[in-house]
């Protein structure tokens, strides 16, 4: 799965979930740098997550999920 938040605000709210939910970076999952600089900070999460956990970060504003097929 792929988070991709547009403001710093966002992504910051999306780690504070991801980390209530007892996950982890670097396990769990990852955080990319916003490179070029105004790109979107990206999570890669390996894990399912909850669907409460899903659904708490749909809610945030600036902030997109995708889900990867057929792996």
Same mark, same amino acid.
């Given at each position: 799965?792929?988070?991709?938040?547009?403001?710093?605000? /966002?992504?910051?709210?999306?780690?504070?979930?991801?980390?209530?939910?007892?996950?982890?970076?670097?396990? /769990?999952?990852?955080?990319?740098?916003?490179?070029?600089?105004?790109?979107?900070?990206?999570?890669?999460?390996?894990?399912?997550?909850?669907?409460?956990?899903?659904?708490?970060?749909?809610?945030?504003?600036?902030?997109?999920?995708?889900?990867?097929?057929?792996?």
């Amino acid at each position: 799965m792929q988070i991709a938040c547009t403001t710093t605000s /966002a992504a910051a709210e999306v780690l504070s979930i991801l980390l209530h939910a007892n996950l982890r970076p670097g396990g /769990a999952f990852r955080v990319t740098d916003p490179w070029p600089l105004g790109a979107p900070i990206e999570f890669t999460v390996s894990v399912n997550l909850p669907a409460a956990v899903v659904r708490h970060v749909q809610d945030i504003p600036d902030t997109r999920i995708a889900v990867e097929r057929g792996t």
